[in-house]
């Protein structure tokens, strides 16, 4: 029996992401340069509400959202994040993220750049590991410091003079200055997290580790014997840190991997349970209508006419 050769995973890129959303006569594509695609930073009042909801995607840039008023809601991976006044919502590249409330009103700043400009003149992938809001695992969510704020406001502003009133944007001015940003807000994550304990640490090492191997390992003795501890002390700092149990932890990133696939690919369902380690499409079936209320077939089509 022939293997039918695997399908390209699509992950938009910033043009791509602009025409689907936005629609193809919105006048805020005025806003957006040839260099676009790789950085752009402007402010969020400049910008038209998107046209459409959002359904589960992924993005080749990273993209960071700064609230000075209003309240921006979203959800990054399976969890929903309310961002308020001067709070920053950062969603790594490759990420899963969804936007159902197109509506929201808020102001402040979205700056996007692609993950090659931090890898540039001044900047490396060592250094890059000490934000761990940039780690798809990570903890996407700085609340800034009132010393803090007018900081990160010069060095955003800074960024969005650079990206509209250049003819092409200085992409080392923009490292730098993203660097600087991103220290500014490690910062501020140091503050919030001060004195992070152990049930923590374990808890987002399972979360990483859950994001890299979801498509092969689903039981929480494995992630246990990768952390080398029992499976009832994982539970327990799961448990204790998120509110959810490690094998809640795990169904949810296989229904939220099932959900991307079935927006973004033409897999059958039985190609896709295959995709998600679920060898058996009934079972696949039964356990995704158990969560959502419809069949995989039926979200698909709800999907598609939104």
């Given at each position: 029996?022939k293997?039918?050769?695997?399908?390209?995973?699509?992950?938009y890129?910033?043009?791509?992401?602009?025409?689907r959303?936005?629609g193809?006569d919105?006048?805020?594509?005025?806003?957006?340069?040839?260099n676009?695609?790789h950085?752009?930073?402007?402010?969020?009042?400049?910008?038209m509400r998107?046209?459409?909801?959002v359904p589960?995607?992924?993005?080749?840039?990273?993209?960071?959202?700064?609230?000075?008023s209003?309240?921006?809601i979203?959800?990054?991976g399976?969890?929903?994040?309310q961002?308020?006044?001067n709070?920053?919502?950062?969603?790594?590249?490759?990420?899963?993220?969804?936007?159902d409330n197109i509506?929201?009103?808020?102001?402040g700043?979205?700056?996007?750049?692609?993950?090659?400009?931090?890898?540039?003149?001044?900047?490396?992938?060592?250094?890059?590991?000490?934000?761990?809001?940039?780690?798809?695992?990570?903890?996407?969510?700085?609340?800034?410091?009132?010393?803090?704020?007018?900081t990160?406001?010069t060095?955003?502003?800074r960024?969005?003079?650079?990206?509209?009133?250049t003819?092409?944007?200085?992409?080392?001015?923009?490292?730098?200055?993203?660097i600087?940003l991103?220290?500014?807000?490690?910062?501020?994550?140091?503050?919030?997290?001060?004195?992070?304990?152990?049930?923590?640490?374990?808890?987002?090492?399972?979360?990483?580790?859950i994001?890299q191997?979801?498509?092969?390992?689903?039981?929480?003795?494995?992630?246990?014997?990768?952390?080398?501890?029992?499976p009832?002390?994982?539970?327990?700092?799961?448990?204790?840190?998120?509110?959810?149990?490690?094998?809640?932890?795990?169904?949810?990133?296989?229904?939220?991997e099932?959900?991307?696939?079935?927006?973004?690919?033409?897999f059958s369902?039985g190609?896709?349970?295959a995709?998600?380690?679920?060898?058996?499409?009934?079972?696949?079936s039964r356990?995704?209508?158990?969560s959502?209320?419809?069949s995989?077939?039926?979200y698909?089509?709800?999907?598609d006419?939104?």
């Amino acid at each position: 029996m022939k293997t039918k050769p695997a399908e390209k995973i699509k992950t938009y890129e910033a043009k791509g992401f602009r025409e689907r959303f936005l629609g193809e006569d919105n006048p805020m594509h005025l806003l957006f340069k040839s260099n676009s695609d790789h950085f752009f930073c402007l402010r969020t009042e400049e910008m038209m509400r998107l046209q459409y909801p959002v359904p589960p995607s992924k993005h080749s840039c990273h993209t960071l959202i700064f609230v000075s008023s209003g309240t921006h809601i979203m959800k990054t991976g399976y969890e929903e994040f309310q961002t308020t006044t001067n709070e920053i919502i950062m969603v790594p590249a490759g990420q899963i993220f969804s936007i159902d409330n197109i509506y929201s009103s808020h102001t402040g700043y979205i700056c996007q750049f692609h993950p090659d400009i931090l890898i540039g003149k001044y900047g490396s992938r060592e250094m890059l590991n000490d934000f761990d809001f940039l780690k798809v695992s990570g903890n996407p969510k700085v609340s800034l410091a009132s010393e803090d704020i007018q900081t990160v406001v010069t060095i955003l502003d800074r960024l969005k003079r650079e990206y509209s009133e250049t003819p092409r944007a200085n992409l080392n001015i923009v490292q730098s200055y993203l660097i600087a940003l991103f220290y500014e807000m490690s910062k501020n994550s140091v503050k919030t997290s001060k004195g992070i304990s152990a049930a923590e640490i374990i808890s987002n090492k399972f979360k990483e580790l859950i994001h890299q191997n979801i498509k092969t390992q689903h039981q929480v003795n494995y992630y246990a014997s990768v952390l080398n501890v029992s499976p009832n002390h994982l539970n327990k700092c799961v448990k204790t840190v998120t509110g959810k149990t490690a094998a809640k932890w795990i169904e949810e990133t296989i229904l939220l991997e099932a959900k991307y696939l079935l927006f973004q690919t033409t897999f059958s369902v039985g190609e896709i349970a295959a995709q998600i380690g679920l060898e058996d499409q009934s079972y696949f079936s039964r356990f995704f209508k158990k969560s959502e209320g419809i069949s995989p077939i039926q979200y698909r089509k709800m999907i598609d006419k939104s």
